[in-house]
């Protein structure tokens, strides 16, 4: 390459100066932006809003086994992630401005999932309370326990746990890049509106009565997680 430049007019000399001199508007701090499709629970409220805003529409899913993960980052003075969760849960623009960061970080249109488990003890320091939102922007499922022991030993001519699961995340895997090359719109029929509109409606009016807001705000997020179940479900199916 230095022999064709030369060619073209330059001698070895000046083509050493302008190389040697170029490395001088090289940006030796640049780092590139990764996807990363699962994030941490344990994490920042800036973090958080910095993948999602990386992310885009792909999204950031934080799964755990364990409520107290998320709970105690929340807890942290870099935490206090509650605003992002319910400005996510509509789609909203949710922002954060540091000194350290020398710029504002915004996610425009923040998709993200949520993933806990954990026991009713742990749901109560993660949600302390139903005025502040954060309740509602949930799909709490709550279940008895049903003692039973259920061994793990491999059993002979069966596939194992592990094979098995793999297999399925492998489905859900294809089912997921297929619908990112391939958008798709669901929409309810109109007996199926009728039927959402006429049990909020009802249950709405049940909850009114107790005169407080809370409950009221839950019924409504309530109907717009139903259509969202609804409308996923139609797609994985």
């Known amino acids: 390459m230095a022999a064709k430049i030369v060619g073209n007019g330059y ?3 000046e083509l050493q100066k302008g190389l040697s001199s170029g490395y001088q508007y090289v940006d030796l701090s640049y780092k590139p932006e990764y996807l990363y499709l699962c994030g941490a629970p344990n ?6 809003i910095r993948r999602l805003k990386i992310n885009g529409k792909l999204g950031l899913i934080i799964n755990t086994s364990e409520l107290d993960m998320i709970s105690g980052a929340m807890k942290q003075k870099c935490g206090h992630h509650d605003d992002v969760f319910r400005a996510a849960f509509h789609h909203e ?5 540091y000194k ?10 923040p998709h993200l999932a949520l993933s806990f488990t954990g026991t009713p003890n742990q749901l109560a320091f993660f949600i302390p309370s139903l005025n ?3 309740y509602s922007r949930f799909a709490i499922l709550t279940a008895e326990s049903r003692w039973k022991y259920r061994s793990a030993a491999p059993i002979k001519g069966k596939e194992d746990y592990d094979t ?22 669901v929409t309810l029929s109109d007996s199926q ?6 049990y909020f409606s009802q249950l709405l009016d049940e909850v009114a009565c107790e005169k407080a807001d809370a409950p ?8 717009l997680i139903v259509a969202h179940i609804a409308c996923r479900t139609f797609v994985v199916s």
């Open 216 to 223: 009221g705000s839950i019924v409504l997020r309530a109907a």
């Open 11 to 13: 001698t070895r000399q």
């Open 93 to 97: 623009p949710v922002s954060t401005d």
């Open 100 to 109: 350290v960061d020398d710029q504002i970080i915004c996610a425009e249109d």
């Open 164 to 185: 098995f699961f793999k297999k399925l995340s492998g489905e859900v895997l294809d089912m997921f890049l297929f619908l990112q090359q391939s958008p798709t719109e």
């Open 193 to 198: 509106w009728e039927e959402h509109t006429a």
């Open 43 to 48: 994490t920042s409220k800036n973090q958080l």
């Open 132 to 134: 502040n939102g954060l």
